[in-house]
């Protein structure tokens, strides 16, 4: 199973979302993802065995217990790249409140997580919704301006659990499905 750890938006912010992505649609380049499935991701696992899920589960709960988080609002805006508006790889969508708890969020969970053998992150953790990633350089000065030029914000969201989510890797795209929910107290 290939797993990672997300707060999921909620649908209703499924159409701001998509609305966003149509400000991209001039800039050439670019595969954008769909918005009907759009999460920020606390921590990509990878390939993980069905018999590790249990344990797995359970360092997600000690995780949020860890982080001591209660249930927060997220204010999702702002746009930005990875890793530079140089050299594009992803267009995201941003966090304007609610950094911190998913900071936090993220530090327990990458804490339990490596101590169990997974792959520690190689890089800061920056909290975004991905909108899209480029896989030519087409549209990089159009995709440069957007994000220099425009602070849009999409919307607020409640946050009350984190999710361990399979990503199944089909020809139409990724399907993401909730393996487990451990709820934020």
Known sequence: ?????????????????????????????????????????????????EDRLPTLERELEAAVDDASVEPFTVRYGGLGVFPSLEYIS?????????????????EAIESRTTAMGFEAEAHEFTPHVTLARMEHAGGKARVQELVRERDPTVGEATVEAIHLTESTLTDAGPIYSSVATVPLE
């Open 90 to 106: 992803v267009v995201w969508l941003g966090v304007e409140q609610g950094a911190d708890e998913l900071t936090r969020l993220h």
């Open 1 to 49: 199973m290939r797993l990672f750890v997300s707060v999921d938006l909620p649908d209703d912010l499924a159409a701001p979302i998509a609305d966003l992505q149509d400000g991209f649609a001039d800039a050439g380049g670019l595969n954008f993802t769909d918005a009907e499935q759009a999460h920020l991701t606390l921590k990509f696992l990878g390939d993980v065995g």
